[in-house]
């Protein structure tokens, strides 16, 4: 299952009733939500330690709300019998500007067991709000393919959050912005078009403290497009980045104003670009420029 591929997955978790039968034959309510180390819902420390299963009428009774430690741990369901267990959070924020695939990956990862998304924003400039009662251990942000310079971004975010590992999403990955971000202080680096699995181990990595780079973002770093432009057409195009018209372009690089045209004209040819500002940013992307 793919990043895309979520949306639908996430509606059939989204309506989905979980009930489990536990001690004397009782009937469990699906698990209570968390939220930021308080646990939400239809029943308090008193019930779910009631419905704990054991193996005789009087284990059942014998759970005490005082043995558990529910402000610091995440209830979820035991494979077997379905009683609850305690696994330590990890603290997610999503950064997606896309509504549909925010709230994918938001299903998704809340279905881990060892995972709470705290926040979910299509902006950074959002998050600050949303983060200062229970700041995040990995804040998932996506990077927008236009955008060749991740730096300012993914330095919003550390600044919000200083102590959250970033892991870096885009549906295509170039050495320059790889590098950008990484110099920026993104700690992983995933593609929109990996599978969900991968994306998960990362964050968990992420939260262990450790680096990660998913296979399609490291083939872009050791693959490289290779750049079908001569020198003089760099040269051209990247005085042309600084939004020169022809004539101040023919001026700066001492050539004729027919020559510049003629440059620019196989730039866009070899790029497939239909203008000038398509050309710098697909040259940017590849790390070209």
């Known amino acids: 299952m793919t990043l895309l591929s979520a949306v639908n997955w996430s509606r059939r978790y989204d309506s989905a009733s979980v009930r489990r039968e536990g001690c004397a034959g009782r009937v469990i309510p699906p698990p209570a939500r968390r939220l930021c180390g308080v646990v939400t819902g239809s029943h308090d420390a008193d019930s779910v330690a009631s419905s704990a299963p054991a193996q005789s009428d009087a284990n059942c009774d014998s759970t005490k709300p005082g043995d558990t430690a529910l402000q610091s741990t995440r209830l979820v369901w035991g494979p ?22 925010r709230a994918a990956l938001c299903a998704v990862l809340s279905s881990q067991g060892d995972m709470t998304v705290v926040a979910d924003v299509a ?24 955008a060749p310079d991740p730096t300012a971004v993914i330095a919003d975010v550390t600044a919000v959050v200083p102590g959250a590992a970033v892991l870096a999403m885009s549906s295509r990955w170039s050495p320059r912005v790889l590098k950008a971000a990484a110099k920026a202080g993104a700690r992983g680096f995933v593609g929109k078009d990996g599978p969900l699995d991968e994306l998960i181990r990362m964050v968990r990595s992420l939260a262990g403290g450790q680096r990660a780079i998913d296979p399609t973002a490291a083939v872009a770093v050791l693959k490289p497009a290779t750049c079908p432009l001569t020198c003089r057409e760099l040269e051209v195009l990247r005085v042309a980045a600084e939004g020169l018209p022809l004539k101040e372009i023919a001026q700066r690089l001492f050539l004729a104003h027919g020559t510049v045209r003629n440059y620019l004209s196989a730039v866009l040819r070899k790029t497939g670009a239909e203008n000038r500002l398509q050309a710098v940013r697909k040259a940017q992307q ?3 420029l």
């Not at 400039?125 to 393919?145: F, G, I, M, N, Y």
């Open 123 to 146: 902006d950074v400039a959002d998050l600050p709000t949303l983060v200062r009662r229970c700041p995040p251990d990995v804040v998932l942000l996506s990077l927008a393919v236009e």
């Open 286 to 288: 590849h790390g070209w």
């Open 80 to 101: 077997a019998v379905g009683w609850p267990l305690q696994h330590p959070s990890i603290h997610v924020a999503v950064i997606e500007e896309l509504g549909l695939l």
